[in-house]
Nanobody, 123 residues
Framework: QVQLVESGGGLVQAGGSLRLSCAAS????????MGWFRQAPGKEREFVAA????????HYSDSVKGRFTISRDNAKSTVYLQMNSLKPEDTAVYAC????????????????WGQGTQVTVSS
């Protein structure tokens, strides 16, 4: 089993930056592809970013490409989401997920989920 805990969420002004962390425990972290998803009130869960087991490949949604960066440190069993040039429409609960499929964009492809952390961007 894998347990995932997000941190780093908070309130930031438009144009600002924030870095989210997702710490994993349980089975070997490097065995899993990792992804970030977000969900705003009344909206569907949305794919944000994904990376493969060693972090050598990444994939982003068009809405965040060029602004967000996903990375991982397998020695620390942690995946990160660096968010720059934040917009009010980025406001959502952000959750990390672990699974066997590299660069997957559908939630069904992931087996383990964190509880999520709130990101609020003011205008």
């Amino acid at each position: 089993q894998v347990q995932l805990v997000e941190s780093g969420g908070g309130l930031v002004q438009a144009g600002g930056s924030l870095r989210l962390s997702c710490a994993a425990s349980g089975r070997t972290f490097s065995n899993y592809a990792m992804g970030w998803f977000r969900q705003a009130p009344g909206k569907e869960r949305e794919f944000v970013a994904a990376t493969n087991k060693n972090g050598g490949m990444t994939h982003y949604s068009d809405s965040v490409k060029g602004r967000f960066t996903i990375s991982r440190d397998n020695a620390k069993s942690t995946v990160y989401l660096q968010m720059n040039s934040l917009k009010p429409e980025d406001t959502a609960v952000y959750a990390c997920a672990a699974g066997p499929v590299p660069l997957a964009t559908r939630p069904l492809s992931y087996n383990y989920w964190g509880q999520g952390t709130q990101v609020t961007v003011s205008s």
